[in-house]
């Protein structure tokens, strides 16, 4: 079993910055990949941020250039640095991770998500 909680979301000011961290548990054996998604009431989760296991970073268009994903592969964590925050960044974000377990197969594992309110 893999456990994936994220925890740092809350209320914030326009403006303002937030740091939201994943952590993974479990018999896990390698990770590959570690990404932020979100869902905005009414709407589609989509893409965030992802991160793979050799350092490589991609970041949606919306969030390019406030966002930063980075990880500690030691305790298989990944973070989200979200800066600038406006109102159109509320959204439950969700950890998603990818990777191996001992002695079975590839998984691919959510997160229960983490609310991020963006508002005066």
């Known amino acids: 079993q893999v456990q994936v909680v994220e925890s740092g979301g809350g209320l914030v000011q326009p403006g303002g910055s937030l740091r939201l961290s994943c952590v993974v548990s479990?018999?896990?054996?390698?990770?590959?990949?570690m990404g932020w998604y979100r869902q905005a009431s009414g709407k589609e989760r989509e893409f965030v941020a992802h991160?793979?296991?050799?350092?490589?970073?991609d970041h949606s268009d919306s969030v390019k250039g406030r966002f930063a994903i980075f990880r500690d592969s030691a305790k298989n964590t990944v973070y989200l640095q979200m800066n600038s925050l406006n109102a159109e960044d509320t959204a439950v974000y969700y950890c998603?991770?990818?990777?191996?377990?001992?002695?079975?197969?590839?998984?691919?594992?959510w997160g229960q998500g983490t609310l991020v309110t963006v508002s005066s």
């Open positions: 479990g018999r896990i054996h390698t990770i590959d990949r």
């Open positions: 991160i793979t296991a050799c350092g490589n970073r």
């Open positions: 998603r991770v990818w990777g191996s377990l001992y002695g079975e197969d590839n998984f691919n594992a």
